[in-house]
């Protein structure tokens, strides 16, 4: 904890960060929640909730590695604060939607998000490092993903309740309040880089820079598997976790809502512990070890009603997840960070959020086929056996740093 306090005490710019990206996020679940609620309210159609998510996935798809170009050549810091500003602008169609015929106007909000977001998250990836030395790394994405965990349990029980109370109209006026606080925050962040070359960017040849690079690396090439197995499994995930509660374990919509909050405040624990005795691990086995362990528990997780129907495990289970879920997450993205120079880190990371919106994307299109002429619980079991895939792919073919061999090791590497 000592250490914690240290690295945040002498660090006003980390602080500042970590506090707008906690806004943000926040104002990002409420958004998500909210509309989600919202539009079948309008519309009452699984077709049209539905198309909610393809708005939010293709802008990922198509600008992601775009964004990330972008995030290489401007001021991040600057990046941040009007992508910010831009997502307040972008809410105010939002005010005009009053019942289901306007619902394109939703659409058109969230797909406008969408297209700003990996601009934000580009530039923020890219920003860590510059800000604290590589041996707080991992503490810091460890701070950084426990954030991300308290916006979704605090943003996703805001949008429902400011969606019950306001509707979409209220939605948005509070999502303006988040992003611009954000931005508030941001802008106060004393490091600066050095923009990029005044010339016009070659867009494509530096996306295509930026791909070269990520299948160049042995490093890069094992995290785009990852991102790949890993991407279809979250969205079977997601697709099937409401199917399984219902369908396979008898819950009710109050059910839900508990095995919701157990994931976020598993992951909230598990953030906590990885901040605090993270440092301790090498991230090459914080990445690997936690992506298999989160694997095995999401497979206990979806078989354990071939033996009883009880819902009181589930709960409990989604809960330990948060474990190795923070440790992978810390691992994974420090991993990222080392094996990406700050020139380019922008343009890969944005490379591999298009590859992750691409494979969510299949992940989802797969579960919802599938789901049904399958069988819920065998397709949930294939996203359990994806991660502990990934998992083995990691600690088998991910290259082992120097400092982590023993000495007879390490004559043999420089042989």
Known sequence: MRRLWRILAGNGDLRLLLAANL???TGDWILRTGLAYQVY????????SAGSVLASLLPQIALGSVAGVYADRWDRRRT??????????????????????QVWLVYLVIAAQSCLAPFFTSAEAALVPSLVPDGHLVTVNSLNGQAREVARLVGAALGGVIAAMGGIALLSLANMVTFALAAGLLWLIRTRRRSGSAKRAHVVREWAEG??????????QVFLAFTVIT?????????????????????DARAFGVIM????????VGGLVATLIGHHFAPRAMFGWGTLAFGALDLVLFLYPLVTHALWPAPVLIALVGLPAAFLTA?????????????????VFGAMAAVNGAAMLLGTIAAGTLGERVGILPVLAVQGAAYCLAGVVVLLALPIPLMERQPGEREVAAA
């Open 261 to 268: 909050a157990a994931q976020a405040v598993g992951g909230i």
């Open 80 to 101: 941040m604060v009007v992508t910010n500003v831009l997502m307040v602008v972008a809410l105010l169609p939002l005010l005009a939607v009053q019942h289901a015929g």
């Open 23 to 25: 806004v943000s996020l």
């Open 231 to 251: 991407g279809i499994g979250e969205a079977i995930m997601g697709t099937l976790i409401a199917p399984f509660v219902r369908d396979v374990l008898g819950g």
């Open 211 to 220: 791909l070269r690079t990520a299948l160049s690396s042995r490093v890069l």
């Open 331 to 347: 691992g994974g993205m420090t991993v990222f960070q080392n094996a990406t120079a700050d020139d380019h880190r922008g343009r």
């Open 41 to 48: 309210v309008l519309t009452g159609s699984t077709l049209a």
